[in-house]
């Protein structure tokens, strides 16, 4: 089983990336897919997560309005889309998959994890 979080790159303040987290030996769907991301020196934190059908989406405030979460069944993959992005933005983003969805914040909670994809803002 493995995760792959892709799409990382450098942008400037106010642009776009779009993130994907796809899987190879398992199948997305059943899961809560959470993105995470650290900023060199701080802890890791929760961005957003979506349920495993789709239907609910938890934020953390600082990304509210900004970044969204869509699954694609038919390609395994789950996309995270960041706009209006700032420095403070800037970390490695991690994708995870959790069984029930609850409690997203929880890190540990999350089974499979993947390698992450760095993002970059310039100023």
């Known amino acids: 089983v493995q995760l792959q979080a892709s799409g990382g790159g450098l942008v400037e303040t106010g642009g776009s990336l779009r993130l994907s987290c796809s899987a190879s030996?398992?199948?997305?769907?059943?899961?809560?897919i959470g993105w995470f991301r650290q900023a060199p020196g701080k802890e890791r934190e929760g961005v957003l997560c979506i349920s495993s059908r789709g239907g609910t989406t938890y934020w953390t405030d600082s990304v509210k309005g900004r970044f969204t979460v869509s699954r694609d069944g038919a390609k395994n993959t789950v996309y995270l889309q960041m706009n209006d992005l700032e420095p403070e933005d800037a970390a490695v983003y991690y994708c995870?998959?959790?069984?029930?969805?609850?409690?997203?914040?929880?890190?540990?909670?999350?089974?499979?994890w993947g390698q992450g994809t760095l993002v970059t803002v310039s100023s």
């Open positions: 030996g398992l199948t997305l769907d059943p899961y809560a």
């Open positions: 995870a998959a959790e069984p029930s969805g609850s409690n997203w914040r929880v890190a540990d909670l999350y089974k499979y």
